[in-house]
C-alpha cells in the first residue's frame, strides 16, 4: 500500500488503510505529515487503549469540575464566579502596547491588559473575530497552513440488534469503492445495552458533504449501506439518528487541527506565538498532542504559564525603570540642594 503514491485502490485495502489513518487524524495520509503522528505522541505517552467515554454528563463535567478549583461556586458546583462571562460571542479585538478592548456581539466592552485567544483553528481562520489592527502576515500565514480537519461521528438507532456481538466484535468496516463512505462502525452493547445504536464515523470531504444534506437523505444512504452490509438479515429501517456538523457550526469550524506535509515545527512555533498583548492557546497550538482534548487542556496551562512569566518579567521592568526614575530624581534632588546652599 505505501508504494502507491494515491494509496490503496482495491475496496476493502482502502477501508484498511482509512481505518489506520484517517480514523484517527480525520484526513487522509497524502495530506499529513509524519510529524507527531508515526509514532504518535498520544498512544507513546498514554498507551494504547482506546476507551468510548459513556458518561452521561459528557466534557462538560470535566471543564466545571475544574473551573471550580479557582471559581466561585454555590453549593450544587454551579459556577457564579462575576469574572465568568457565558454566552458572549467575541467578535472584535483591538490591540496595543498598552491594552486590549474585546466588543462581543451583544455590544459589551471588556478591556485589559492582556488576552488569551482559545477559538478553535477554524474560527481563527474565518472571520467571526476581527483583530485590529490585523494580524502580522507571518501570524496569518502560520494560521493557514494549518489543516482544520472535519471529524463525524453519527448515531444511528434501531428498534433491534442485526449485527454481530461479543468480543472482537465492537468494530467493524464497509468496503466501499469510494473512500470513506460510511467505512468504520462500531456497536455498543458495552456501552450502551439494549440502546440498539451504531456509531458510524465519516471524515474530511464525506463529512462537510452530509452537513450540507438532510438528515434524512443521510439515513437513507446508510439503510443501503448497512442492507449491502448484512444481507441476510432482516434490517428494520432506523428509527432516529444524530447528525453533528461542527464544520457547519461558526463557533468551531471543524473538529480539530492537522499538521499538513510540508509544515515545520518553526511555523508551528508562529502559531502559538503571541503577537504584542494578544496570546493564543488551544489544541493547536500544542505541539506534541494536537488534535487532542489533552492538548487542549496541556497547552492552556503552558500558555497560562507564558503569559504570567511576560506579565510578572514586565511588571519587573517597569518596577527597576519607575525605581531608578526615581533615584535620577533623588540625586537631581541632592544636587540642586548643593547648588543653592
Known sequence: MASLPNGPSSPVDMVVDYFTY????AEPPRVTSLRNTVPLPTFTDFGDDNY???DQRGYEAVVYYLAGQYLEADKSGNIVD???QLNKVVREISYSSTGVTVKTEDNSTYQADYVMV???LGVLQSDLIQFKPQLPSWKILAIYQFDMAVYTKIFVKFPKKFWPEGEGREFFLYASTRRGY???WQEFEKQYPDANVLLVTVTDEESRRIEQ??????KAEIMEVVRSMFPDEDVPDATDILVPRWWSDRFFQGSFSNWPIGVSRYEHDQLRAPVGRVYFTGEHTSERYNGYVHGAYLAGIDSAEILINCVCTEEYVQMRKHFHDGMRNVRFHNLLIEQLS
Do not use: K, M
Open 213 to 218: 444534506q438532510p438528515d434524512s437523505q443521510t
Open 52 to 54: 468510548f467515554v459513556a
Open 118 to 120: 482559545s477559538a478553535s
Open 22 to 25: 484517517d480514523y484517527e487524524f
Open 82 to 84: 462575576a469574572r465568568l
Open 182 to 184: 460510511y467505512g468504520i
